[in-house]
């Protein structure tokens, strides 16, 4: 029952915790576990080291890093500094064999006029741009002995330009040729709580809509020709997971109930992936293909975005962050 178990999500986090409910071991898959009590905040690592393991997981061989951060959806500036300074230092790690003045291009994925899907361009909006400078008048231009030439490029979604997005991104890495693409896109989430709470970094790049049922040409150093880190944020889920974890919290209700405890326990039987499939099939076609977000969902974005910016800006333009 399990290899048809398919849950919406770009995490892949949340790939292995639905192997782990299952008490399943997947050989060539490593975590990686990390608590920073002081700012709340857990980290996990999952490594892809075998193909069978991408084959099980549903993502290619790489490293994926998730920063899990209740506050980050509050608007508390001084803890999204420190955020920013934290995920500025896991995205070093990525970059560390790189040599030091390193050209970056900076792709912001999504559509600006679909608020849970503008995260890629906002953080593109409050980037420090810093290649034609350089390119005109040298590094120091910029006032620092070590600054990267950074570019970017909002190549909006198929419906605004007819073309596949990693079609123009490959255009532009043949014009330009940085050393190294970063993409930022929208993600999707299995559960409700990670929703704008969330960070997802991996070498391993990105497969746009994915996590939506909206598949379209992954953007990878096989595709683009040069090495790819994506940084992505869970700002949708699937409204039959909301539903499904509803009908959890009944069944551990019920079983708490003296009428309704042999119903609760029938329940409880059933497999999480009958039980999920029991959804869908309810819900559908009412909600079948419906996505939702929170309903602050414009303020986050935008917060979240600077947030992201600030840790980029951290790490190719060291001292021009505000």
């Given at each position: ?10 995490l ?17 898959v ?7 009590e ?6 996990t ?6 193909e069978?393991g ?14 899990e ?70 590094k ?13 490029i ?33 993600l ?21 809509g ?10 990878t ?10 940084i ?43 039980k ?47």
């Open positions: 029952m399990i290899e048809k178990y398919s849950i919406r999500t770009d892949a986090l949340e790939q292995k915790e639905r192997f782990e409910a299952d008490h399943v071991e997947i050989p060539g490593i975590v990686e576990e990390e608590e920073d002081e700012k709340e905040m857990k980290i690592t999952v490594r892809i080291e075998t069978n991408a084959k099980a997981m549903k993502k290619p061989v790489g490293t994926y890093i998730t920063m951060a209740p506050g980050l959806a509050v608007p508390d500036e001084d803890y999204h500094r420190e955020i920013a300074e934290t995920l500025a230092g896991y995205l070093k790690q990525f970059l560390t064999p790189r040599k030091k003045d390193s050209s970056v291009l900076v792709a912001g994925l999504g559509n600006r006029k679909v608020t849970p899907d503008a995260l890629g361009p906002y953080v593109v909006d409050h980037l420090n741009i810093s290649r034609h400078i350089v390119r005109e008048y040298g120091y231009a910029m006032g620092e002995e070590k600054v990267q030439m950074v570019s970017a909002v190549p909006g979604v198929m419906g605004q330009t007819g073309m596949e997005t990693v079609e123009i991104i490959k255009g532009i890495v043949k014009e330009t040729r940085p050393d190294i693409l970063v993409v930022i896109d929208a999707a989430a299995r559960s409700s709580r990670r929703l704008n709470r969330t960070i997802q970094i991996s070498d391993a790049g990105i497969h746009p994915s996590g939506v049922g909206n598949h379209r040409c992954g953007i150093e096989a595709t683009v020709g040069v090495p790819v880190i994506a992505g944020v869970p700002t949708v889920v699937e409204a039959a997971t909301i539903v499904n974890d509803a009908m959890e919290n009944l069944i551990r209700a019920m079983e708490s109930s003296e009428t309704l405890k042999g119903a609760g326990l029938v329940l409880q039987g059933y497999h999480p992936a009958e999920y499939e029991l959804v869908k099939e309810l819900t559908s076609p009412h909600l079948h293909g419906m996505f939702v977000t929170p309903k602050d969902i414009d303020e986050t974005v935008k917060r979240i975005s600077y947030t992201i910016s600030e840790a980029l800006n951290q790490l190719f333009s060291p001292g021009t962050c505000s």
